[in-house]
């Protein structure tokens, strides 16, 4: 008996140091909502003295001004709130400062007597966080760092009278299941004494598969040890076998910091934490185990991520503005330009022996309004391609037919003596989207006319076989360099031999987007002076 009596006494006494040194507010009330019992962290959030708050109602603290409304539904929930539910609302302090808080209530009866435990976290910083991740990181660290030091006092004051055992158990049992972190002690060789129910949740495990059983170790990532096993090697010249004493060291000379970890739960999954290890000493300074407080950052991580992809995309878009206005400036300057100057001159010929020359000029204002035509339309498809606005109809065609019809359409446009050559094999019948594979051979076609030489062949080929496409369209003019060939797709892209070229380099990113959009893969075979070949197929595999 007097074993069991002793047993009790060291848990009581460490639910009574929880809840001296808890980082958070802890309430006891009575029935009525008068105060019985209040934390130090309480006080200094609220700035009052223990003896002023004892015996007056809980809701003094929650004095909204001009909001009785607020006020008796705030009653009504410390007297009926189910345990476990959440409240919003706002606390006041001593001064009149307002506190946005969250307040979370647990019923217990002790002595015949009913009692209220309400945790009041102030949720301040987490309204804040989407907007200041930055802040948000400083109060979280100097709120572990709070935590670090409330439960390292904690350890070295770990004593309750036995007449107090049964009321400390009931109410600190209730603060360590709920403080909202997770509380993990062991003793000096690591084995697990302490597993909370926030610990539980979390990992997965449940206290009796690792309590007298199991090391911290079980759910923490080997990498990150041997990480730190290294660090601590370079940072204080020792080498340490022991995984757990890795683990360990800073905290055996007194050195607390919150490090980031990934935790293991019991079906594999990881999350991220910050962990905070404090060493556990007797009476005589001896160490006896270890505390960790883990609070898991999962949501901060993704307000990370996202705050970092919203400034990448934010970067590329002013890049992409910038390389638009420059570009678009010059590629319109150019044909514009020619327009102005062949009217000017079409209107001195007025002889009819000028005819020619009107007709030079004519020429010019023809393919000038084609090119102004053609980077437009480059910009709009490359408009509704980053909306998302591009659907694929996939539809029954005849594709001997439709490249027949698409070839003609592009005749007026090829250089001087440019000859298309196109062979079908295979069945002429497939299933596509008709629009975009008539956009596809356009682009594609144009630029085998742009870069090859006047006379060239320009050879098109296409092939069915069951339900899959492949299209080839090969010029034989200056080639691609094997550098220039990573890159093509890109935006704005322009071989260093294209430079001269009139062109917006935008479409082979359009092809490209095009071909995506249509389950293809397109293949590019260039070498410099030779020609290029692209091929690209398409198949209705998903």
Do not use: W
């Amino acid at each position: 008996m007097p074993r069991s009596v002793k047993s009790g006494n060291e848990s009581s006494s460490h639910f009574e140091a929880l809840f001296k040194n808890a980082a958070m507010s802890i309430i006891i009330a009575n029935n009525d909502g008068k105060i019985s019992n209040i934390n130090p962290y309480a006080l200094k959030v609220f700035g009052y003295a223990r003896k002023e708050l004892i015996g007056k109602k809980m809701t003094m603290l929650f004095q909204i001004r001009n909001s009785g409304q607020n006020l008796q539904l705030l009653r009504t929930y410390l007297k009926n709130g189910k345990p476990g539910s959440n409240l919003n609302t706002i606390a006041v302090s001593k001064s009149g400062r307002q506190i946005p808080v969250e307040v979370s209530l647990n019923h217990y009866e002790s002595g015949g007597k009913d009692f209220v435990v309400a945790f009041i976290i102030n949720v301040s910083s987490r309204r804040k966080a989407e907007a200041a991740i930055a802040k948000l990181t400083d109060k979280l660290e100097q709120k572990i760092n709070e935590r670090t030091s409330q439960f390292r006092k904690a350890m070295q004051e770990l004593r309750y009278a036995n007449s107090m055992l049964e009321n400390t158990v009931s109410y600190q049992k209730a603060i360590v299941d709920n403080a909202g972190a997770m509380i993990i002690a062991t003793d000096e060789k690591g084995v697990i004494k302490l597993f909370n129910q926030e610990a539980a949740l979390n990992i997965g495990y449940r206290p009796s598969e690792l309590i007298n059983k199991k090391t911290p170790l079980i759910f923490h990532n080997k990498n990150e040890i041997a990480q730190k096993r290294e660090r601590l090697r370079k940072e204080i010249g020792i080498t340490i076998e022991n995984d757990f004493e890795v683990m360990v060291e800073m905290a055996k000379r007194s050195i607390h910091a919150d490090e980031p970890y990934t935790y293991i739960r019991k079906d594999g999954t990881t999350f991220p934490v910050l962990l905070s290890i404090t060493s556990i000493k007797n009476k005589n300074g001896e160490i006896t185990g270890f505390m960790g407080i883990a609070i898991d950052i999962s949501d901060r991580k993704k307000i990370e991520e996202e705050l970092k992809l919203a400034l990448v995309k934010e970067k590329e878009l002013n890049e992409l503005k910038s390389r638009f206005v420059s570009m678009a400036s010059h590629e319109f300057r150019t044909p514009l330009s020619t327009i102005l100057s062949s009217a000017y001159l079409i209107e001195k010929y007025i002889d009819t022996n000028d005819q020619p020359k009107q007709e030079v000029h004519l020429r010019r204002i023809f393919s000038s309004v084609n090119m102004l035509t053609d980077t437009l339309n480059d910009f709009l498809s490359l408009g509704k391609i980053e909306e998302g606005k591009i659907q694929v109809r996939p539809a029954h065609v005849n594709i001997r037919e439709m490249m027949i019809n698409a070839i003609a359409d592009l005749k007026d446009s090829l250089k001087k003596r440019q000859i298309i050559h196109y062979d079908h094999i295979g069945n002429l019948e497939i299933t596509i989207d008709i629009q975009l594979l008539k956009h596809v051979v356009m682009n594609l076609v144009s630029n085998a006319s742009k870069f090859s030489p006047e006379g060239s062949d320009i050879e098109i080929k296409t092939i069915v076989q069951k339900s899959s496409l492949t299209l080839s369209v090969k010029d034989y003019g200056i080639g691609i360099s094997k550098d220039d060939q990573k890159h093509l797709m890109e935006r704005f892209f322009r071989g260093a031999n294209a430079v001269n070229i009139q062109g917006t380099g935008l479409g082979l990113h359009i092809v490209s987007k095009y071909v995506d959009l249509m389950n293809g893969k397109i293949v590019c075979q260039s070498e410099l002076e030779k020609g290029t070949e692209f091929i690209i197929t398409f198949s209705d595999k998903k």
